[in-house]
């Protein structure tokens, strides 16, 4: 782990900030996680937040439970669960192309993107649900929606003919894809589950961060520039995220909310967002009469634990109002099957 003075020093030079720029930064954070978390914690944040990654890069074989936001040069071998349709989309005036295969292993499972010319390789090596594949030089990153992601940018995928002791495909898709509705007290790492909870703090930070117009990929900065691994200096487009705590009477936990999931707890798109608070030059009036603070909601996603504070948190990849006759079926369902 790198010293607080490391961590300093690689902003300053990444981001071309100043030492006071950055150690205002690191006491915002502390500040904002109510000192949950050490001064080098809160810098790593900072870090992260800004597009800086303090993750040294591996070559050894990871199992899916391993792999975290930002690690490069994953060596890793799944399951193909199922291959999605090829999506066609139109971007900036430029068309492209984009495939996802679910892998899975006995740890997990983690979405593969394919874009563009990396789409044909699913056709010339026959790739199938129930095939094992190896990555090699993969890197991983966080989707629109918070989850892991797995990308090859310089890497590669070939299938593997040896033997290899992983479950059956359906194994892997019931354990981890399935949507179980559990109390936040009973959740655990790696949960893929459903809470009804209501929102009963909402962190005031500046939701919008820069990403790749081509690719999506978070964006450092450089100076006046801004800077995307995969396709150099690029004109940023905007994402939001949106942090707080829900509470269901049986405990709390930290649920963050990205990109379309935060727009629709927002009741506005990333745009007019941006416009507000463009308008006021204060991002934080997002926040002010906040209409979802104290509603409950139904959230679906996935437990993770912060690498850094080291607790829970539950990436949401769904949230919706609660529907009172859904809730009375599932309640009804519930007794029945107890009684039986």
Known sequence: MFSLEEIIEKICKHAGYTEEKVNKLIEEKEEELSGLVSKEGAA?????????????????????????EGLRSVELV??????????EFERNGQTGSVLNILLGDETGVVRLSLWNDEVSLVKELDIKPDDVVKI??????????????????RGRIEKVDEVVNLPESSQIAQKFTAVKRKEIKDLKEGDYAEVRAALVQVFRKNPFYEICPTCGLRLAQDKEKWICKEHGEVKPDYQVVISGVIDDGTGNIRVVFFRNVAEKLAGKSIKEMREEAEKKADSSVLFENFEGLGKEYIITGRVKKNEITENLELIANDIKDINPREECENLIKELESLSE
């Open 44 to 68: 790593y944040i900072v870090a992260r937040e800004l597009g800086i990654s303090l993750l040294k890069e591996t070559k050894r074989q990871l199992k899916i439970k391993n792999l975290v």
């Open 78 to 87: 799944g399951k193909v669960i199922d291959v999605s349709d090829i999506r």
């Open 136 to 153: 090699t030089r993969g890197f991983v990153r966080l989707d629109n929606r918070g989850n892991l992601e797995l990308r090859l940018g």
